[in-house]
């Protein structure tokens, strides 16, 4: 959760709006679902479980999205392999370029 | 020679018998045999003295064995054969020549002056020829002689040694057995496969896999998942490609059914001109080893990911503490502070993954060390609750942050101050609930921070994603409360 709110800041300092946060599945895939939103952006470990299932709730709605993990690359499978991986921890212009680069795609 | 009448007689009854020859001859011609019951040579029928000669001139061991007593007469090569026995054993009886195997030779006695024949190969006897017992392995050959009334007189042996053949086989055969024990305590399973790696010509499973006794081109169905098959194949096309050992790793149907794994090892068998005729293979079961890597590849992969995340916490502590900071020695403590906080938090997790700690026991740990020796300013009591490892952290995390500003600020900033944790699980329409209570009392007088620092942003906004609930913190006149009101669940993966 410290990780997430550090996330949160570096969102406000690059001027986005955090909608909400979500550290468990079932409140991740009801926001996936619910919220106005147009960016995510994904732990793979949701406290022992994959965040796959809400990367496939985004996808159907369109909204682009990036992964973060301290699992790296080899963390995310391969069926989500085009997605951007985040590799914990990074920094702010890292987390900068790729919500740009996804939500250019 | 002058011993020998010649002037007397029938030219052929006074010539010298034997004529010629070697040295049996000469001993022969020497010998008193007067003191023999064969008589002196002088009295020998013709089919004695026929035999004696026939035998004398053969390269091979001859021994002749006259009358009932076995008188024995034989030659060169005989002597050879009978290393220290001889001389003494010319014109001896053949039970008392050959003491140590004399019920041997009665039989053969009995059975040649039966007009009978013996065959023997390989026979293996104990013979002192040295004046110490030896293995010795023959083919004996026994024939009775017919002398001159038409009835068997003696006996004609034709002894051939084959103690050197047969120590270089039992040799091999005991180098065979100790290549096979090497086998055997090397390896599983030992195999041999084609040239060309189609077909599995025999396989000696030992319990592991299934024997194979026939040559089978399917064997891969037998031995292999479907999966496997082609890695497998690409491995021996390489082997028999390069002519170089085949030694591969792969899963294994075992003969139980279960799935294993083997370290297998073939090397290549070659023809006069260099290619390959088969290959002879042993295979040793893995499972065991291969699961304990397995296990300790996910436990690194889990670590690995438990360091990139304490890191990403630290860089957010780090990020957060300096950022909010009042002054850097303030934030420098409050950072040192927070990560001991971590460490400890770290400590509640240490095991397998999934392993969580208990509700109590973050809190005692977050809050024992300060009041050891004062159990009464700290109240803690609730029933046990499992967390999660992710939530332990979290909470370990937020019960720093509240025992900090208590100790500064807050009920533990004057002696006679109390804090009370409490919880309990509630049944509600919402389903089951964790309320869980921080109370301050008898602190300084209570008013609302100007601004919210990280402390309080972590509790309210992180705790409470965390925990899928709420979390509120109400600065009340006699002292902080801190609320949650969670799911009971979210402790739980399902």
């Known amino acids: 959760m410290t990780i997430a709110l550090l996330i949160e800041e570096m969102l406000i300092d690059l001027g986005h709006k955090v909608t909400a946060l979500a550290m468990r599945l079932p409140q991740g895939l009801d926001l996936a679902r619910d919220s106005e939103i147009d960016f995510a952006i994904l732990d793979v470990n949701l406290d022992g479980r994959m965040s796959f299932p809400i990367a496939d709730v985004l996808s159907a709605r369109g909204v682009p999205f990036i992964f973060a993990t301290g699992y790296g690359a080899a963390g995310v499978d391969a069926a989500y392999g085009h997605h951007i991986v985040m590799k914990k921890p990074f920094e702010m212009r890292d987390l900068a370029d790729a919500i740009n680069i996804a939500a250019a795609a | ?97 050959w003491p140590e195997v004399a019920d041997f030779n009665d039989n053969v006695m009995k059975v040649g002056l039966a007009g009978e024949t013996l065959s023997y190969k390989d026979q293996e006897l104990t013979l002192y020829r040295r004046g110490r017992g030896e293995q010795v392995w023959m083919n004996l050959d026994y024939s009775p002689v017919i002398d001159e009334s038409g009835q068997p007189a003696g006996v004609i042996a034709f002894v051939v040694e084959t103690t050197e ?223 999660s490892p992710k939530t332990a952290l979290s909470l370990s995390i937020a019960m720093h942050e509240l025992t900090t500003n208590a100790l500064k600020y807050g009920a533990w900033s004057v002696p006679t101050g109390k804090v009370a944790i409490t919880w309990n699980r509630q049944s509600t329409a919402k389903g089951e609930r964790l309320r869980m209570e921080w109370r301050e009392s008898g602190g300084p007088p209570v008013k609302p921070p100007q601004k919210r620092g990280f402390g309080s942003r972590l509790i309210e906004r992180g705790l409470a994603a965390e925990m899928a609930g709420e979390v509120k913190m109400h600065f009340e006149p006699d002292g902080l409360v801190c609320a949650v009101d969670a799911p009971v669940t979210f402790g739980e993966d399902a």
């Open chain 2, 1 to 97: 020679m002058n011993l020998i009448d010649t002037t007397s007689g029938e030219e052929s009854a006074n010539a010298p018998f034997p004529m010629g020859g070697g040295e049996l001859a000469e001993l022969i011609r020497a010998f008193d045999w007067s003191e023999t019951s064969i008589g002196a040579i002088a009295s020998w029928p013709q089919s004695l003295k026929t035999v004696t000669d026939m035998l004398l001139r053969s390269p091979l061991p001859i021994v002749l064995l006259w009358g009932p007593e076995g008188i024995m007469i034989y030659n060169d090569a005989y002597s050879v054969f009978s290393g220290g026995r001889h001389p003494q054993l010319l014109g001896s009886k053949v039970r008392e020549g």
């Open chain 2, 165 to 387: 053949r047969m120590a270089a086989q039992n040799e091999l055969r005991a180098s065979e057995e100790r290549f096979r024990a090497l086998v055997t305590a090397a390896s599983n399973v030992v195999y041999r496969m084609s040239a060309d790696g189609k077909e599995m010509r025999l396989l000696d499973g030992r319990g592991l896999l299934s024997d194979m006794d026939m040559p089978r081109v399917a064997w891969q169905a037998e031995y292999l998942f479907p999966e496997d098959r082609a890695a497998v194949a690409r491995e021996i096309d390489e082997a028999i490609r390069n002519k170089r050992m085949l030694e591969i790793e792969h899963r294994v149907r075992r003969a139980d059914g279960s799935v294993g794994w083997t370290f297998s090892r073939a090397i290549p068998l070659f023809d006069a001109a260099g290619e390959i005729t088969e290959w002879f293979g042993a295979a040793s079961d893995v499972t065991e080893r291969h699961s304990a890597e397995h296990r300790l590849r996910l436990v690194v992969n889990e670590l690995n990911h438990r360091v990139k995340n304490n890191l990403a916490m630290i860089q957010a502590i780090a990020s957060q503490t300096f950022r909010h900071a009042e002054s850097v020695t303030q934030a420098q403590a409050d950072f040192t502070s927070r990560i001991m906080a971590l460490a400890q938090a770290n400590d509640l997790l240490t095991g397998e993954r999934g392993v969580g700690a208990s509700l109590r026991g973050v809190v005692e740990q977050a809050m024992r060390p300060h009041f050891k020796d004062d159990p009464t300013r700290c109240d803690i009591d609730g029933p046990d609750v499992k967390l």
